[in-house]
């Protein structure tokens, strides 16, 4: 069965960075493109970007370009997400998801990681 | 990209039936019929419950139906039961490979 695992919550300080993995498993890796979201708390969600398992390639939201990356290492079937020059209004939970085939929605998503910046 | 616009919140008896509308532009609800509507429970990740404007994913109950009329997008839930309290959000896929999120709604069964 289809599986999406996050790595654990992590507790930065503003101007620091962080990189959340996102294992998956029970399907092809690098046959679905894997998307970030995040939320803070309270509020709704917001896309980040994507990125393709296969090729590497990626596209952010403009609000992100810069100061998030995302990689991926097909050997261990892992996405990856890295945020630098983090802030306190980073502090969110943080969602990859996956994106069904070639269709515009997410239909597995990971149980999230807590990113908390605080000084 | 600004978020998709929809209302804070909703509320309905059981039974009763609600939508949930979903605006957005030119630029993205309305160049695409790429919506689609997930439900958060506190504390949990999304699940989808439309995908494509109006097309349930295996397993989703027949009681959640989804439109779009312009650059608006709706979500109705019929026969609105208890386990649907919960929020909800759409989601457009906005061109150029971005995607943006509605501002989320809460559903309070009364």
């Known amino acids: 069965q289809v599986q999406v695992m996050q790595s654990g919550a992590e507790v930065k300080k503003p101007g620091a960075s962080v990189k959340v993995s996102c294992k998956a498993s029970?399907?092809?890796?690098?046959?679905?493109?894997m998307h970030w979201v995040r939320q803070a708390p309270g509020q709704g969600l917001e896309w980040m970007g994507r990125i393709n398992p296969n090729s590497g390639d990626t596209n952010y939201a403009q609000k992100f370009q810069g100061r998030v990356t995302m990689t991926r290492d097909t050997s261990i079937s892992t996405a990856y997400m890295e945020m630098s020059r983090l802030r306190s209004d980073d502090t969110a939970i943080y969602y990859c998801a996956r994106a069904y085939g070639d269709y515009h929605f997410f239909d597995y998503w990971g149980q999230g990681t807590l990113v908390t910046v605080s000084s | 990209q600004s978020a998709l616009t929809q209302p804070a919140s909703v509320s309905g008896s059981p039974g009763q039936s609600i939508t949930i509308s979903c605006t957005g532009t030119?630029?993205?609800?309305?160049?695409?019929?790429?919506v689609s509507w997930y439900q958060q429970h506190p504390g949990k990740a999304p699940k989808v419950m439309i995908f494509?404007?109006?097309t349930r994913p295996s397993g989703v109950s027949n009681r959640f139906s989804g439109s779009k009329s312009g650059n608006t997008a709706s979500l109705t839930i019929s026969g609105l039961q208890a386990e649907d309290e919960a929020d909800y959000y759409c989601c457009s896929y906005a061109g150029s490979s971005s995607y943006v999120f509605g501002t989320g709604t809460k559903v309070t069964v009364l």
């Open positions: 494509d404007g109006s």
């Open positions: 029970g399907y092809t890796f690098t046959g679905y493109y």
């Open positions: 030119s630029s993205d609800v309305g160049s695409y019929n790429r």
